[in-house]
């Protein structure tokens, strides 16, 4: 009888000890990773099939910091979230057709936060071109005309300027970082440094810090609940369609048009955020396309 009791505690002992160690595990396994926090961590992470090496201690400081900076900004980086709904399905397409891998997307958020930004320096709209970069890559910049407004045309001159970066650089990874240090700027820290990856260069604050806070907004963005942040389909800013109307004249008032085309001025402005003024000079006869809403207002 003493035996048996003997054998029963040492199976119980057995079975509350695996529990214990089943139950430290998980726990480990959730202090690692905070899935479901703003503390989450990914296992492994890469931009546009490049793959970052976590392995290299500061590189993993460094993708930390931004990601815990974004996971922590909850009212940007919902609304962030809330805006990707309406402004992603047009970008996506545009890339996608330009042989620019997706993550792309992910660098006109770092730029803008999807927003007509203004820079001090005089960046403007979501991709945040200068006024010689927007002209040197097609798009029209003047008193009454920008295109750096215009999310399509805007979406196909970075294209443009990230395809030559890539030809210069041969991988994305540098093509991103040179769409904020430039590419000349890039290449000669390339050369004075004599290393090839973005991850052993030494630079500037904010090109050092450029592709990790790419990779982070792509982390929170892909699997926001990963970071905690629950948001139904009801709450995201949905696409308005549109139509294109097309004009090859100058209009004199605007506010005019946009009533004689159904909606008011607020809408018009919101919808052709390019138009700069409250007419449209074109004594040279060129075709615009200005977007009518369908539906929404």
Known sequence: MIKGNKIGLILG??????ALIHSVSTETKNAITRQGTTQY????????????????????ERFDRELLVNANLHSSTILILKRANRIFPIMEPILKKNGIPD???????IESNLTNAVS???ARGIWQFMPATARENGMEVTETVDERYHLEKATEAAC?????????????????AAYNGGTAGVNKQIESQKVASYYDLLLNEETSRYVFRILALKEIM???????FTISSEELYNYIPTKKVEV????????????????NYKILKIHNPWLR?????????????????????
């Open 13 to 18: 002992l057995l079975v509350v000890s695996g």
């Open 41 to 60: 961590f990914p296992v492994s992470v890469d931009f546009a099939g490049e793959k970052t090496p976590l392995n290299i201690s500061d590189v993993r």
């Open 103 to 109: 993550d792309f997307k992910y660098l006109a958020v």
């Open 120 to 122: 001090p320096a005089g």
């Open 160 to 176: 443009k300027y990230l395809i030559q970066a890539k030809e210069k650089f041969g991988n994305w990874t540098l093509a991103a």
């Open 222 to 228: 892909k699997t926001p609940t990963n970071f905690g």
């Open 248 to 263: 090859d004249s100058s209009i004199t008032n605007l506010a005019s048009f946009a009533i004689g085309q159904g909606i």
């Open 277 to 297: 003024d409250t007419k449209l000079l074109n004594p040279n006869k060129k075709k615009y396309e200005i977007e009518i809403p369908t539906e929404g207002y």
